[in-house]
């Protein structure tokens, strides 16, 4: 159990959040939850963030109401999870999600794999690796600070008197720019592996540093992260790598183990060639200027920004062993999939669209491209032309096949080569007459 501290309260004029920055409507929420009589507390990231005037990525809402009275206030709300209820409000453009204080396993009530054998289900229970499966138990606000990750993720605003409440270091953390598990790092990874990847995507996002005990652990604990389960790490992968700090994150995941507990293969590949490693780091800074921009990538680029050059070579490589290219890139992906999706679950269609995007290249580069109009619209097009423009940028390779594509799209056609006739209108094919064979019988089928 985390131990227990006087809270420290800050009062509005203590801090920086006004409550002009706060989404409307979770104002309303918070408003009309303690027009009711509940506590109600904009909590997690987002006080994080409006604490460091950062734009909240969403605004999540604490209070004692239980969950059937937070939908008798609301109309709007629907209940879901079936071992915790969480309320979801539902808004035109947005959902908040409103929880019942939570607390974490009271010693004597934790269940364990092996003994949970009461015929009701505990609400509480870990496996023999101290992994929490489950954690259903409602509880005050202190209880429900003190079972978050990171003291800086376990700050409250309170709206009935407009104060910034913290159960831990929060605050100072916060300053330090540290990050820093409430509790005992190696419990609490335990508890939750995924915390680790938090902490990474923390630290590189927010420019914090890891508190160098917790990085020891989680270096130390690295190569328990396949515990978790794989849908949830391909979230968490989307979280790591979409969100602008691609190439920091890729960094932190290296050095402490993660990246090699997740995907062992492509890790051994990178550190085969030093080459290898320039090409990853220069593509991920590719997808963080793009995010930057204004256009972030797909699930589908990011991949290929990751793998795509490992994938490549070992195309390269069956190819030279006589399969033609286009089976090897199968295979190749193929592979990859199924080794990947032990860790992580990939959703096929992101694997299959990958697997389109590096398809698509030698089409590409080939100048002039045969039937360049056609492949304009084919599903794959924008991502295979961007996995090209980040290749041009990062190896320096095909330059001139990404000048005469931009220059197509753009409509100036007097950059264009000209274009073989036979290309650009479909050959008239011969139409071959029918013999009729004497006596033939039809068959249906
Ligand atoms: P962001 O939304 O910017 O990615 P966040 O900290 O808000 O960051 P969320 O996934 O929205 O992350 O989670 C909201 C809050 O829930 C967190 O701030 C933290 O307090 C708590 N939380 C989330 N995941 C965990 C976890 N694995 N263990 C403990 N607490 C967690
Ligand atoms: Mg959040």
């Known amino acids: 159990m985390v131990k227990k501290m006087q809270p420290l309260i800050i009062p509005r004029k203590g801090h920086s959040i006004s409550r002009k920055q706060v989404n409307p409507n979770a104002l309303r929420t918070l408003h009309r939850l303690r ?25 999540d809402i604490a209070t004692n109401a239980t969950p059937g009275q937070i939908k008798r206030l609301f109309r709007n709300c629907r209940l879901v999870g079936r071992r915790f209820r969480l309320a979801h409000l539902h808004f035109k453009d947005e959902i908040l999600e409103v929880s019942t204080f939570r607390a974490a396993a009271p010693a004597d009530e934790v269940d364990t794999e092996e003994t949970g054998q009461s015929k009701k289900p505990p609400r509480h229970l870990i496996n023999d690796d101290g992994m929490v499966l489950r954690d259903n138990v409602f509880g005050t606000p202190e209880e429900d600070a003190l079972r978050r990750d990171f003291t800086i993720n376990a700050l409250a605003y309170n709206i009935a008197d ?23 790092p190696f419990v609490r990874f335990t508890e939750d592996p995924v915390r680790m990847l938090r902490a990474v995507r923390f630290a590189a996002s927010h420019n914090f540093v890891i508190e160098p005990a917790t990085w020891e652990i989680l270096c130390a604990l690295s190569s328990t992260i396949p515990r978790a389960a794989p849908a949830r790490l391909y979230e968490e992968m989307l979280k790591l790598f979409m969100l602008g700090s691609a190439r920091p994150v890729f960094s932190l995941l290296d050095e402490s183990g993660l990246l090699a507990a997740l995907f062992s293969g492509f890790s051994q590949w990178l550190h085969r060639n030093s080459q290898h490693l320039t090409f990853v780091h220069a593509n991920l800074e590719c997808l963080d200027k793009l995010y930057r921009s204004g256009t972030p990538p797909s699930p589908s680029l990011f991949m290929a920004a990751l793998f795509g050059s490992s994938l490549e070579e070992e195309t390269l490589l069956r190819h030279r062993d006589g399969i033609p290219r286009q089976q090897a890139l199968d295979s190749a992906c193929a592979i990859f ?12 269609r992101v ?23 056609a492949m304009v619209s084919r599903p794959e097009f924008a991502e295979a032309m961007a996995y090209l423009r980040l290749s041009v940028e990062t190896r320096g390779e095909n330059r001139a096949a990404l000048e005469w594509w931009d220059a197509f799209l753009s409509d100036d056609h007097s950059v264009m080569p000209p274009e073989p006739s036979n290309t650009e209108t479909p050959a008239k094919r011969r139409r071959r007459k029918r013999r009729r064979r004497p006596n033939s019988v039809q068959v249906a089928v």
């Open 351 to 373: 694997g299959d669209r990958l697997r389109r995007i590096l398809a698509f290249q030698p089409s590409l580069h080939r100048m002039p491209p045969r039937r360049p109009a």
């Open 35 to 59: 027009d009711y009589g509940f506590i109600a507390y904009l909590v997690g990231g987002c006080v994080r963030d409006l604490l460091l005037k950062r734009t909240p990525t969403d605004f």
């Open 337 to 348: 999939m199924e080794e990947f999706c032990k860790t992580v679950c990939i959703p096929a």
């Open 162 to 184: 407009f104060s910034v409440i913290d159960y831990s270091t929060g605050l100072s953390d916060l300053k330090q720019r540290i990050i820093r598990p409430i509790g005992d």
